[in-house]
Every structure is written in structure tokens, then in C-alpha cells.
């Protein structure tokens, strides 16, 4: 299949350091490429890919000291998607619903992933709005707040099986923070807990400009008055499998409807058990009392950590493998694109050539 791969353009595809979405549009990419699909990625110029780039801007808008908004770089991103549209059986966007207007002549063609949260108030009368756009979620419970759309199914997120390596005997005494320093992913939770249960905690996440207040006078006060905890700052991926791999166990102590929650399957992958408290997302990716412990308070969090020597790091990997590779993620993906009532086939776009070639007007 000819397939077109539209991200975001805050990240490169792979990010170089954070980033959830334009990581998994580039694990998505890859896989298809692997598998002799025919891929187009729409991205940031800094992108590395093995399909063919179109570079939409010089490099990730995040990391461009010119950029002050992004979305002129994504309307100028559009209007080249949309003038190749013709050139592709199916066109698959990861940019929330900036394209909407746009592609209504070819939407049954297109599947848009949400990767984001959709409990905000200001998008319920945009979906609304479209309530025929095709989309999928990353979860069951991120539907929730939706009015009713067109939903194709709910497609969770996988990682290269080979990316993160499997850590049997962990060499670290810690717990691990990884992602972002936020009000809503709790880093304070993970601090407090970390410091009940008199373990050591490792920070490795990065600070917006729109949570450097929430920094500055909640979360940097605590770890200077916590010894137990270490900030590490952003890591890349290299780095992300040491600091999974040797850690006793992940904490996610989230306080919102988390849509995935990439990081745990990226802990999952290195053997790693998580801690997590079971908002969004959580009880669809942790199989309780296997892969970690599902909790809703502080209290759960640390009777939860006497018990995660418990568990067994090769069955932890095991359910990685079976539920949350990258080629699952992508034969799930192809087999909803062969669905959509107007994909176009080789066989349609060659009698197409075929008619146009002898002045016939062709219906594919």
C-alpha cells in the first residue's frame, strides 16, 4: 500500500530526546517500511526515517530557538499533504484535527489517531462537528468525553521489540520518574512516595515553559529538601534503557485521564515492573499483580513497593512481547487501512492509468 504518515512537527520522528506521538509515528513508519509498504512520512526536516521524508519544517519547531508559533509550519504542512493527497491509498494523520476542513473530499480514505487528552469542553462541539471523520483512540478510556464519531477501534501503542533490552537482574536500588515534570503526572506523588518507602528516586524528565512555575516552586523546593532524589533532566534512548532497565520499579503516579502512557510499556520492555495509580489508560496496559500494581493512593503505592520483588522481570517482558510490540501495532493499523470504504487498491489505481491512458473515464 502507498501510505502517507502525517505527525507532528514539535518533535523529530524519532525525537531526540521527549516526545510520546512523533515516537510512535516513527516506530509505526519504520514497521510498515519493514513489512514493503510504500510510506511517505510528512515531518520535521531533522526526521530519520527509512521511508521518504517530505520535510515540512528545517528542523523540530521545539528545539528552534526562530519558532514562536507552530502553526503557521503546520498549515504550510497541510497544503503540501493536500496537494499529493491523489498519491496515496491511505492517508493516516497524528496532528488532533487541524486537517478536518480540509480532507472532507477524501476522508474515507484517512484514519486520524488522537493521541492527546479529550475531556477538554472546547472539543466537544468540534467533534461534534465532524462526527464522521474516521478515528482511533489509544485507549478504551480515552474515548469517554466524545461525543458519539466514527470510531474504527482503539489501537494501542507498541515499541521494536529490539529497542529496549531486556534487564533480568537490575544493578540499581532505585525507582525510576521518567516523562515530564507536570501537575498532572505528579512527580510530587513520586517524591513523597519514594520517601515513605526510604528508597532512592531518580527524576529523568524535561520542563516545559508552561510548567516552570509548577517547577520552580513545588517540584525543585522537594528534591532539595528530599537527599533520596536525583534530577536528571531529559535523557534520549540509549540512555531510557539503563535508567528502566535498572530500577527496581517505575512509578506512574498520575492524577489524570492519561490516554496511554507510553512510558510503561517502555518499562515493561526493559523487565521493569510499574507502580501505577489506575486513572486513564492504566488498567488496559497493566495486568495487575504481573506486569506491576495498580493503586489509588499513596498508601497502595508504598505497600505496593514491599511487594515488587515479587514479580517476575521475565513475565513482565513476556506480556511486552505479546501485547505492545511495534509489529502488532502495525499489522492492527494495515488491517484497519484495507477497511476503509475508500481505500484504493493497486489494481484500482492501475485501471485508473489504464483509462486515462486511452481517454476513458474510470471509476475505481
Not at 525507582?175 to 515534570?181: S, T, V
Not at 511487594?307 to 484497519?336: C, H, Q
Request: charged share 25%; net charge negative; with cysteine.
Amino acid at each position: 500500500m502507498k501510505i502517507a504518515q502525517i505527525a507532528p512537527l514539535a518533535e523529530s520522528c524519532p525525537p531526540k530526546l521527549y516526545g510520546g506521538t512523533e515516537r510512535i509515528v516513527s516506530y509505526l513508519t519504520e514497521e510498515l517500511v519493514r513489512q514493503g509498504h510504500d510510506v511517505t512520512l510528512f515531518a520535521s526536516g531533522d526526521s530519520e526515517t527509512s521511508a521518504r521524508l517530505v520535510p515540512c519544517s528545517a528542523m523540530a519547531l521545539r528545539l528552534d530557538p526562530m519558532v514562536k508559533d507552530p502553526l503557521p509550519h503546520h498549515v504550510m504542512m497541510l497544503d503540501a499533504v493536500c496537494r499529493r493527497a491523489d498519491e496515496f491509498d491511505v492517508l493516516h494523520f497524528h496532528i488532533d484535527y487541524l486537517h478536518y476542513p480540509l480532507v472532507r473530499d477524501f476522508a474515507d480514505r484517512t484514519v486520524t489517531t488522537l493521541h492527546g487528552r479529550l475531556d477538554l469542553p472546547d472539543l466537544h462541539p468540534l467533534y461534534a462537528a465532524f462526527p464522521d471523520m474516521p478515528l482511533v483512540s489509544i485507549s478504551d478510556d480515552q474515548r469517554k468525553p466524545m461525543p458519539p464519531v466514527r470510531w474504527l477501534g482503539t489501537i494501542h501503542h507498541g515499541l521494536p521489540r529490539d529497542l529496549l533490552p531486556f534487564t533480568a537482574r537490575p544493578e540499581g536500588d532505585y525507582l525510576a520518574f521518567l516523562g515530564r515534570i507536570s501537575p498532572e503526572k505528579r512527580p510530587d506523588r513520586a517524591i513523597e512516595i519514594a520517601a515513605r518507602a526510604k528508597m532512592p528516586l531518580r527524576i529523568a524528565a524535561k520542563v516545559d515553559k508552561a510548567d516552570q512555575g509548577y517547577w520552580d516552586m513545588v517540584i525543585a523546593p522537594m528534591i532539595a529538601a528530599h537527599p533520596n532524589v536525583t534530577f536528571i533532566g531529559e535523557i534520549n534512548e540509549h540512555q531510557k534503557a539503563e535508567f528502566l532497565g535498572n530500577a527496581r520499579a517505575l512509578l506512574f503516579p498520575i492524577d489524570w485521564p492519561e490516554p496511554f502512557g507510553l512510558v510503561m510499556i517502555e518499562a515493561m520492555a526493559c523487565g521493569t515492573p510499574v507502580i501505577a495509580f489506575g486513572h486513564g489508560s492504566v488498567p488496559e496496559v497493566i495486568d495487575d499483580g504481573i506486569t506491576g500494581h495498580i493503586v489509588h493512593d499513596a498508601d497502595g503505592a508504598v505497600a505496593a513497593l514491599h511487594r515488587v520483588a515479587d514479580l517476575d522481570r521475565a513475565k513482565v517482558r513476556a506480556v511486552f512481547e505479546r501485547r505492545f510490540t511495534a509489529s502488532r501495532m502495525a499489522d492492527d493499523y494495515v488491517a484497519l487501512y484495507r477497511d476503509l470504504p475508500g481505500v484504493r487498491t493497486e489494481a484500482a489505481r492501475l485501471r485508473r492509468t489504464v483509462g486515462q491512458d486511452i481517454g476513458l473515464q474510470v471509476v475505481a
